[in-house]
């Protein structure tokens, strides 16, 4: 990065923020619904340290937004935090996978095997990833809200508070000027947790931040990489790289896009240095990127305020934060994540518009006229999308859902790629 780019993000940064420093804040709040619920439980097990985890996220939060000047997300690696909350793993084995995950990263940025890996796939199969991701979101949320009573389980935190949220999200897309939403509900929760907190005498306390080092060793390596490493490599690398660069370009085509590369070496450096702290292993994710946007985050200052929050209340209050963070309502976040799921859908709509990146850059024909798709083609791309969509969602795994979705775009080219062999076959037949 050039010194004229970097300071022509700042510039953009300091301006956005100086014009819409509200929609700034509210934005930066947006991805809490996720990155919350995963650091407290990771923290209540032992797993990870809750003050080196603010302290280091809040940290990336602030030189990504300086860096990349667009509200990209710092948030938990969902399928690491997954199989380490179910099997109960030692701070040694989340750190192993974190570096592991890091490790594979690094070497396919240096190598340029992310970058090429991005340029095969279909726009429908990436389409269709993030899609898959919004409504993973979505259903992640409602089952935490099927499991609120409707007084239960305290009067801060039942399904009559989410009906209420609920429908001031919707009310916020009928009013002329768009509300801090998430800001809002951020001090409602925070306000609730508090009174919470305080009727059982466990308000946080001043806890200056005391740093050790986390060193995995012998079969915590093993038990890091295989058992939950693996898992997360192609999360990481589809929705956590390919698609957050997608969808990046696609919300902020004016902001200069990251490359694919950048973005997969930032993700390795956090953890290469987090992981050691007992921080818990982060990536970026097109979820928290669309929820940042859905609630008017547009530049990297969103992200720079979220940090620098976060940097402060890791280094004063550390550890002591986790009862009152345990007491914000859940119906809160789970209509927040609803939000956000819904936003990271809604971009599967551009797929047969000249909005999508492949079809903007559609040749003119020998007419001089714009190729348009045919009926056939459209349908042809939308079934590869759901395909990606339909086995995403319905396996749970990312993974599956790529592969899918890459074997149905290849059966739909195979007639094509029939045809073509012939007639090369034919040709070379006719020669003298």
Not at 136 to 144: E, F, I, N, Q
């Given at each position: ?12 940064n300091v301006s956005t923020f100086r014009r ?34 603010l302290i280091f996220s809040g940290l990336f ?159 915590e390596w093993s038990r890091g990489a295989i ?206």
């Amino acid at each position: 990065m050039t010194f004229q780019s970097l300071r022509s993000i700042t510039e953009y940064n300091v301006s956005t923020f100086r014009r819409h420093y509200v929609s700034e804040i509210a934005g930066s709040l947006g991805d809490l619904g996720t990155f919350l619920p995963i650091a407290l439980a990771l923290a209540a097990n032992g797993t990870v340290s809750l003050a080196s985890t603010l302290i280091f996220s809040g940290l990336f939060n602030i030189l990504t937004g300086l860096f990349f000047g667009i509200p990209l997300p710092v948030q938990p690696m969902k399928a690491i935090a997954a199989v380490a909350i179910a099997r109960s793993f030692s701070p040694g084995s989340i750190a192993a996978a974190g570096i592991f995950v890091a490790g594979v990263l690094l070497i396919g940025s240096i190598t340029g095997l992310l970058q090429w890996f991005t340029r095969v796939i279909p726009i429908p199969v990436v389409k269709g990833i993030q899609v898959g991701a919004g409504l993973s979101l979505v259903m992640a949320a409602c089952t935490t809200l099927h499991d609120l009573g409707w007084i239960h389980p305290s009067w801060a935190d039942n399904r009559l508070w989410a009906i209420g949220v609920f429908v001031a999200l919707l009310l916020t897309h009928s009013t002329p000027k768009r509300l801090p939403y998430a800001l809002v509900v951020f001090i409602i929760g925070l306000v609730l947790a508090i009174i919470r907190s305080a009727l059982t005498s466990n308000l946080p306390s001043f806890s200056i931040w005391n740093p050790h080092i986390v060193v995995p060793i012998g079969h915590e390596w093993s038990r890091g990489a295989i058992d939950a490493g693996l898992g997360q490599l192609p999360l990481t690398t589809l929705n956590s790289v390919v698609a957050v660069v997608h969808l990046a370009a696609d919300l902020l085509p004016s902001v200069p896009t990251p490359s694919v590369t950048a973005i997969g070496f930032s993700v390795s450096v956090m953890n290469l240095i987090g992981v050691w702290f007992g921080a818990m292993p982060v990536c970026h994710g097109s979820g928290g990127l669309a929820a940042q946007y859905r609630f008017g985050a547009r530049s990297g200052a969103s992200v720079v305020f979220l940090g620098a929050c976060k940097l402060i209340l890791g280094l004063v209050f550390g550890e002591s934060l986790v009862d009152l963070l345990h007491r914000f309502p859940k119906a809160l976040l789970a209509v927040m994540v609803i939000a956000a799921g819904l936003e990271l859908v809604r971009v599967g709509e551009s797929l047969n518009t000249s909005a999508a990146r492949d079809l903007g850059r559609q040749v003119e024909d020998e007419s001089g006229e714009r190729v348009h798709l045919t009926e056939e083609e459209r349908g042809k791309r939308w079934m590869v999308m759901m395909v990606t969509v339909g086995l995403l969602v319905g396996f749970k795994n990312d993974a599956v859902g790529f592969v899918a979705g890459m074997l149905c775009h290849w059966a739909y080219g195979l007639p094509g790629l029939v045809e073509r062999v012939k007639s090369r076959s034919e040709g070379r037949v006719r020669l003298p």
